[in-house]
T-cell receptor, first 114, second 109 residues
Framework: NAGVTQTPKFQVLKTGQSMTLQCAQDMNHEYMSWYRQDPGMGLRLIHYSVGAGITDQGEVPNGYNVSRSTTEDFPLRLLSAAPSQTSVYFC?????????????FGQGTRLTVV | DAKTTQPNSMESNEEEPVHLPCNHSTISGTDYIHWYRQLPSQGPEYVIHGLTSNVNNRMASLAIAEDRKSSTLILHRATLRDAAVYYCIRIQGAQKLVFGQGTRLTINP
């Protein structure tokens, strides 16, 4: 059971480039989310999804785009990378959106924008 | 504000119990308290969660105050592997895990 898988693990982008961070889970979880973590700080929610075809914004959505066409996958797109988006990105999934279910996190993608 | 309040850092010795406090004074009746920890260079890892009564699992115990305004994560016998940042999270509504700064736990050999 792989859990939550994120690819790539590391990425360097030039300012203005676009890319997609991949997230896949094999637990048939309804709820998926993306967080970013800046040095010495906690995680901040970017976007989340409560099921295929349904997405919503979190705390820091600007500059990011998401879609959810399948239950398994929840890609995060950077439309035009900026140095301020240098961060570690974590994807998470939960079996349901409800508060009594635990979250599973991927190992993260470390992104540097130069 | 749905965030919780935790000490920035704590230190303990190997093989001793550790009590990590968390304040959540504005918690509402249906909010759960979750604890996660993050080891260096890894994603957060679920530890435990609860609503009103104390909870135990193989990793830790969670003691929730009777008024639910605070809780304590208890590691019964700390090991070096327990050195991590511990996050106490109050679930907002049905969907969001809102992370604060967490407590950086150092374990001395």
């Amino acid at each position: 059971n792989a859990g939550v898988t994120q690819t790539p693990k590391f990425q360097v982008l030039k300012t203005g480039q676009s890319m997609t961070l991949q997230c896949a889970q094999d637990m048939n979880h309804e709820y998926m989310s993306w967080y970013r973590q800046d040095p010495g700080m906690g995680l901040r929610l970017i976007h989340y999804s409560v099921g295929a075809g349904i997405t919503d914004q979190g705390e820091v959505p600007n500059g990011y785009n998401v879609s959810r066409s399948t239950t398994e996958d929840f890609p995060l797109r950077l439309l035009s990378a900026a140095p301020s988006q240098t961060s570690v990105y974590f994807c998470a999934s939960r079996g349901t959106p409800f508060a009594n279910t635990e979250a599973f996190f991927g190992q993260g993608t470390r992104l540097t924008v130069v | 504000d749905a965030k919780t309040t935790q000490p920035n850092s704590m230190e303990s010795n190997e093989e001793e119990p550790v009590h990590l406090p968390c304040n959540h004074s504005t918690i509402s009746g249906t909010d759960y308290i979750h604890w996660y920890r993050q080891l260096p260079s890894q994603g957060p890892e679920y530890v435990i969660h609860g609503l009103t009564s104390n909870v135990n699992n193989r990793m830790a115990s969670l003691a929730i105050a009777e008024d639910r305004k605070s809780s304590t994560l208890i590691l019964h016998r700390a090991t070096l592997r327990d050195a991590a940042v511990y996050y106490c999270i109050r679930i907002q509504g049905a969907q969001k895990l809102v992370f604060g700064q967490g407590t950086r736990l150092t374990i001395n050999p």
